[in-house]
């Protein structure tokens, strides 16, 4: 008998494409000839919005009296950092990340106001939530950046992706009160990269024939992915801009940099990614997720920080009143390509150990025992309320973890949230890790 | 090739030879419907790889051959044909089918590419047809259906001397049925893991006959492949891998309440009850002496509520169930009154019928199902 | 007629498969495995050597219930049953798996192991055929491992890789290693000749310009529009002019690679679908599908678009491949070897190109073709990729 081919993995990540012809338009070459004798390349459908200077923005439009003045939102307490600046502050040398008291002196001008997250939380929503009136492929990345693909939206909105992204800018400055930046091109990198050459206020269209145009001479810390390291290396090689990145041979970049980086900033290079917009709903999951303060590979070390965003994502879903039905891990590795998987459990679960259980086992199936990680995350969606009747299995032990971690809930409540931990994650054992600041500026 | 048969007996065998062929076939051939006709005798066959059909019904054969032709299609000209004797013969690449004054023409397909069907096991054993069919229609119902445990979905049968034991679980209730058979030689000991789907079906379907016979391999050949002989047909089927669970520790010992109860007022207040309710709410049973409430929806407010005539041995008790897996084991147990065990709230209750309230229940047929927990 | 006729020039191979083959009827009948049978094995050659031709064929000769067999014949027959249904992948026991995807992964495999744990339907072997084991990721490599390590008595897995090197080394060590050689170009030309009757001239040009790859050179030999477009790929040293030409020679390039793609698949595709349809119950051609059918052809579109694809980007390969035997005879003809040309008919234009330019910028030709086919191999759009090379090709 003959078995048929396989169904594709639902992977993102820039593994070279499936070969199927359909995988993103052809960046046509630079003094692009006449294309009549080819298929008219397609609109590109692809919107990267950011809001820019967000917090600062934010805080700017509820006291009026900042307007036109230099603004830095900082974290309190004398170990502050900043957390957002407006644009002029920049100038100063200041940038996210940096003490406060840095930041004051460096620019003794600018008010300094400390942030208020609910309030961003908020705003942040309403954008969101208009956004997904124009389309339901949004995929919101932090607080003021989200994705959004037109696709299927362009019958509707008019074929003109700059006009629908120019529509965006100016309904958020009208209902918001705060300006942002949109990217259109094919792929999710273009377009972000696009809206990032504009920045404040601005938009930028980057067609399909002008990819390596735009993308060639940038230099190549543009490259999503190209952090200090890489950059050091690709300087090593002689390697400058995008463009020198794209003339050489790949298997030349994969020696230097590894097999998956190589390959990902290749194709990067000529404005190949194939990423999709994923929609998400953040509402509909509780999750929790851990950067590592250096990249992983040691399966016990991942396995500990599962079990510990497990539990905690445990103790959130009790403490709000449900469980859920679909345990999701998300894997990012040291080159920064994403992975998630999902399983759907037979009964809704606010428990910690089932949830870690099934995160296990998504872990172990990817078969992935030597990849570096940077970044693990666990979340559990479908929800329900946590009170639920129970149909029980049979064979099933009559009080196991779920009756265990309540009671914990109970011990932490009264002493403390460290009171009480499963033994594998006790001091001894590498404890948890601080998280990492923030890359970019809010 | 070249014969000629009676219209209904053919419709008949094609299409229950039908019923086995892939939706999906692995290769093209499968979705075929293999005819051979020799001697007095015209037989249909078709494979999935997993399963196969055979039958054999009278054919005047003029002359022998055997073809090929789409399962799908045969099966429509065959629902289409008028009342009379039906002839069929090859004309070079195509198959003619004449009855009365309809005339239908089908391509072949290549027959030399159809694979050769699985031998059946050597017989076992027999047993009677209407008995077979009813144990099979009261363990089945308790078998998942859930791709991801394969184990699950199937029938576990399990042969010792002149017992045979069926039994099927789907981890939320689990259905155990021992009858008596016939076997070929004495001491014969053998277990087999049966899909669910196809053992429901072969029972429905082989058991018009008097008796079913159930071919076992214990050795080499065939093994892997349980088969089953009635009614003139025949069927193969691989058996399942996997570790069937461990079932009879799942039965408790001993009862704290013992709860008898008519059936069919029972059925009927379960039905209208969980009818009021959101699907799948569960029913929440609470005996008392001489009493049962059924209530529907969980917490203070019942949106439902219903009181009935039971007799009590034993502590009160009150204990939430699935309405559909409660109504599963009430329609499998197929006796007027229904006896329940209990220990606690929240361990498995076991359902058996009796014949009336006094009589003391068998162990023939026992359904055992597991509450659900309401919010605390 | 055996199981073993469509192997060329494999004589060791088919040497030791037959032994293997006897051995295992052996088996079956209850002795000691003998004949070099294993339960393991592992395929290995060149492009077009036949490694899957041979799995099959091997799969075949253990299925076979020739007569013959009880009066002392060899199995693999070739006309019962068992040889048929095995060569034509109908067989209930032999699986032949083989992907449009770029890796086999995990759940797949863990499938496959299932099935393959399962007794054979027909009472003889459980094969299964993994015809591009060199793209198992490294843990479904270590799923098949286990199922390599402690095999269910009667299944044999058959796994194929271009080389050894292709396989990972914990299961090349339990398999037994088949070696096919690229079949010499004389044993080519002799199977052109016996079997589709080409006469001897053309019979020897296909074998020699397609280097031993049996499928190519039957193209070749037995259609015209195969011979013209291979002849213009050959042309393409002497059309790098301008810059315009250089773009314009690119295009052609990829338009004749697509072209010779769309007329192999296109075969193909119709002959698939018409057994399907048929078979699915359509009354003839063109007719319609019963309900509930038409999900089944749907699918089997969406395996052949994806086979178009990789059909397209193999053709446009070969043709790469076609242009660096150019170079290559050029070479030669520089550095004066004593070797015969692969492409001698066209000889004034390797002739000609030679004399243009120094065998270090023959070197760096070659190099660009190899660097445009690693290009499109990262998935760079064709067209750019070769016009980049033909503009490399004109510099020099």
Redesign the interface.
């Known amino acids: 008998m003959t078995s048929a081919a396989y169904r594709p993995e639902p992977e993102r990540g820039p593994v070279p494409a499936p070969a199927h012809g359909e995988a993103g338009p052809a960046p046509a070459r630079d003094g692009a000839g006449p294309s009549d004798d080819r298929t008219a390349a397609p609109v590109p459908t692809v919107l990267h919005v950011d809001m820019d200077a967000f917090y600062a923005s934010v805080e700017i439009r509820r006291r009026p009296e900042l307007r036109g003045r230099p603004v830095v939102v900082g974290s309190p307490g004398p170990r502050g950092v900043v957390l957002s600046a407006t644009h002029d502050v920049r100038a100063y040398g200041v940038h996210a990340g940096q003490p406060v008291g840095r930041a004051r002196r460096l620019c003794p001008q600018a008010s300094f106001v400390a942030p208020d997250h609910d309030e961003y939380a908020r705003v942040s929503g309403n954008v969101m939530e208009y956004l997904r009136t124009l389309t339901p492929v949004v995929e919101p990345l932090s607080l003021d950046e989200a994705f959004l693909d037109l696709s299927g939206a362009l019958r509707r909105l008019g074929r003109d992706p700059a006009r629908i992204g120019a529509d965006i800018r100016a309904r958020v400055a009208d209902e918001q009160g705060i300006t942002c930046s949109v990217g259109v091109a094919s792929t999710k990198f273009v377009a972000k990269l696009a809206g990032a050459t504009v920045k404040p206020d601005g938009l930028r269209v980057v067609r399909d024939d002008e990819v390596i145009a735009f993308l060639h001479p940038l230099p190549v810390d543009r490259l999503w992915g190209v952090g200090e390291r890489t950059e050091a290396a690709l300087t090593r090689l002689g390697l400058y801009t995008v463009g020198d990145i794209a003339h050489t041979p790949p298997a030349t970049l994969c020696r230097a940099l590894g097999q998956a980086a190589g390959r990902t900033l290749y194709a990067l290079a000529w404005g190949r990614d194939e990423r999709p917009v994923v929609p998400s709903e953040p509402e509909r999951s509780i999750g929790t997720e851990e950067t590592f303060p250096a990249d992983v590979d040691d399966p016990d070390t991942i396995r500990r920080a599962l079990l510990r965003l497990s539990g905690r994502t445990g103790a959130r879903l009790r403490g709000a009143g449900l469980a859920g039905r679909t345990v999701t891990v998300k894997l990012r590795f040291s080159d920064f390509t994403t992975l998630t998987r999902s399983k759907t459990l037979r009964e809704a679960t606010d428990v910690g150990r089932e949830i870690y259980t099934a995160a296990c086992a998504l872990h172990a199936a990817l078969g992935l025992e030597r990849a570096r990680l940077r970044l693990v995350g666990v979340r559990v969606e479908h929800l329900v309320p946590g009170d639920r009747p129970r149909q029980l299995l049979l064979g099933e032990r009559e009080t196991g973890w779920a009756e265990v971690e309540r009671a914990a809930d109970a011990v932490r409540d009264r002493f403390g949230g460290h009171a009480l931990a499963p033994a594998s994650l006790l001091p001894g054992t590498p404890a948890a890790p601080p998280p990492r600041p923030p890359r970019t500026g809010r | 090739m070249k014969f000629r048969v009676e219209r209904d007996v053919l419709a008949d065998a094609v299409a229950w030879t039908a019923r086995s062929l892939p939706?999906?076939?692995?290769?093209?051939?499968?979705?075929?419907l293999l005819l051979e006709a020799d001697g007095g005798t015209l037989t249909l066959s078709s494979?999935d790889?997993e399963v196969s059909a055979r039958v054999g019904i009278e054919a005047e054969v003029e002359d022998e051959g055997r073809i090929l032709v789409?399962?799908?299609?045969l099966a429509?000209i065959c629902r289409s044909l008028p009342n009379r004797p039906v002839e069929v013969s090859t004309d070079g690449a195509k198959v003619a089918v004449v009855c009365g004054s309809a005339r239908f023409t089908?391509?072949t397909?290549p027959v030399?590419?159809?694979?050769?069907l699985?031998?059946m096991p050597t017989a076992a054993g027999s047993v009677a047809g209407d008995v077979f069919a009813a144990a099979v229609a009261q363990v089945a119902i308790a078998a998942g259906r859930?791709d991801t445990l394969p184990m699950l979905t199937g029938v576990r049968i399990e042969i010792e001397g002149d017992t045979v034991t069926l039994a099927a679980?789907d981890?939320?209730?689990?259905a155990v049925r021992t009858f008596l058979w016939k076997p070929d030689q004495a001491g014969l000991s053998s277990i087999a893991l049966v899909p669910a789907k196809t053992l429901n079906d072969t029972a429905k379907a082989l058991t018009n006959g008097d008796s079913i016979q159930i071919a076992l391999a214990g050795d080499?050949?065939?093994?892997?492949?349980i088969g089953f002989e009635g009614a003139g047909r025949r069927t193969?089927t691989?058996l399942l891998?996997g570790e069937f669970?461990k079932y009879r520790a799942?039965f408790p010992d001993g009862a704290a309440s013992v709860a008898t109860v008519e059936t069919a007022p029972f059925v009927d207040a379960v039905k209208r009850v969980s009818l009021v309710a959101e699907r799948n709410?569960?029913v929440r049973l609470t005996f008392s002496d001489g009493r049962l409430v059924l209530e529907a929806g969980?917490g203070d407010e019942a949106q439902a509520s219903e009181a009935l005539d039971a007799s009590l041995t034993g502590d009160e008790i009150s204990i939430?169930f699935?309405p559909a897996f409660l109504l599963d084991g009430l329609s499998a147990i197929d006796s007027p009154v229904a006896q329940l065990s209990f220990t606690t709230s929240?361990?498995?209750a076991v359902m058996t019928g009796k014949p009336d309230m006094d009589a003391e229940a068998t162990d023939e047929y026992r359904y055992?199902i597991?509450?659900?927990?309401?919010?605390g | 007629m055996t199981v073993w006729d469509d192997l060329v020039g494999q004589d060791r191979v088919i040497a030791q498969l037959r032994s293997a083959a006897v051995g295992a009827r052996g088996v079956l009948a209850g002795e000691e495995s003998s004949g070099g049978m294993t339960h393991a094995w592992l395929f290995t050659g060149p492009p077009g050597s036949g490694r899957a031709t041979a799995a099959r064929a091997f799969a075949a000769a253990l299925q076979c219930v020739s007569p013959d067999l009880s009066l002392g014949g060899e199995p693999g027959c070739g006309h019962c049953d068992g040889c048929h249904t095995s060569l034509t992948g109908t067989h209930a026991d032999v699986d032949v798996v083989s992907t449009e995807l770029l890796s086999i992964g995990v759940k797949e495999t863990r499938d496959l192991v299932r099935r393959a744990a399962l007794s054979p339907a027909g009472g003889r072997w459980q094969v299964i055929v993994l015809e591009d084991a060199d793209r198992l990721t490294e843990g479904a490599g270590n799923v098949l491992l286990k199922a390599i390590e402690e095999p269910a008595p009667r299944t044999v897995w058959m796994l194929c890789a271009p080389s050894v090197e292709d396989a990972l080394p914990t299961i090349r060590s339990r398999c037994r290693h088949v070696a096919l050689r690229t079949p010499p170009v004389a044993a080519v030309a002799d199977m052109l000749m016996r079997r589709d009757g080409i006469d001897p001239e053309m019979a020897s040009y296909a074998a020699r310009a397609t280097g031993g790859n049996i499928d190519r050179a039957r193209r070749l030999a037995t259609d015209e529009q195969a011979r013209s477009r291979r002849a213009e790929v050959l042309g393409l040293p002497l059309q790098l002019g301008d810059i315009g030409s250089c773009m314009a020679a690119a295009q052609r390039l990829v338009d004749a690679a697509a072209a010779d793609a769309k007329e192999i698949t296109a075969e193909l595709d119709a002959r698939e679908t018409e057994e399907l349809r048929n078979a699915l119950g359509a009354n003839g051609p063109g007719g319609r599908l019963p309900s509930g059918t038409a999900g089944v052809v749907k699918e089997l579109e969406n395996r052949q678009k994806k086979r178009a694809t990789r059909t397209q980007r193999d053709c446009l390969d070969l043709a790469l491949v076609d242009l660096t035997a150019f170079y290559r005879d050029v070479l030669t003809v520089q550095l004066g070897a004593p070797v015969p040309l692969d492409n001698e008919q066209v000889r004034p234009s390797v002739d000609r190109v030679a004399r243009a330019g120094t065998p270090e910028d023959t070197l760096r030709r070659i190099e660009a073709i190899l660097a445009c086919r690693e290009a499109i191999d990262a998935n760079v759009a064709p067209l750019l990729a070769v016009e980049a090379m033909a503009l490399t090709l004109r510099a020099g």
Request: no cysteine.
């Open positions: 939706a999906r076939p692995a290769v093209p051939v499968l979705a075929g494979f790889y789409s399962g799908r299609l429509d089908l391509p397909l030399e590419d159809y694979p050769a699985p031998e859930d679980t981890r939320y209730r689990l080499k050949l065939g093994e892997g492949m193969t691989r891998e669970p799942l709410t569960p969980s939430a699935n929240t361990k498995p055992l597991m509450p659900v927990r309401l919010s």
